[in-house]
Nanobody
Framework: VQLQASGGGLVQAGGSLRLSCTASGLSFSRNHMAWFRQAPGKEREFVATIDWGGGTTNYADSVKGRFTISRDNARNTVYLRMISLQPEDTAVYYC????????????WGQGTQVTVSS
């Protein structure tokens, strides 16, 4: 199984980015997908999740209204659209996959760096 994240970069405060994560080696449409992030010196934290069919999403309070998670099962890809980015959003962003019926995320991507300058 491989999850390949991309789309990170350097952006000014108030800017936007779209992250992508393409999966291979698993039944993508049978997996719930999520984004997590880890800032320097901090614990990894949950950002957003989307169920296998794309009908249910959940967000961390800190990103509600600014981030949107979506997926394209035909492309085995999950996205994270981020707007109104702030310096506190600076982190390495990871995608993760959780098979239906499992409580844990079994597979993780390598991470993509997002840096927001003030």
């Amino acid at each position: 199984v491989q999850l390949q994240a991309s789309g990170g970069g350097l952006v000014q405060a108030g800017g936007s980015l779209r992250l992508s994560c393409t999966a291979s080696g698993l039944s993508f449409s049978r997996n719930h997908m999520a984004w997590f992030r880890q800032a320097p010196g901090k614990e990894r934290e949950f950002v957003a999740t989307i169920d296998w069919g794309g009908g249910t999403t959940n967000y961390a309070d800190s990103v509600k209204g600014r981030f949107t998670i979506s997926r394209d099962n035909a492309r085995n890809t999950v996205y994270l659209r981020m707007i109104s980015l702030q310096p506190e959003d600076t982190a390495v962003y990871y995608c993760a996959a959780r098979p239906g019926g499992w409580a844990e995320y079994l597979w993780w991507g390598q991470g993509t760096q997002v840096t927001v300058s003030s």
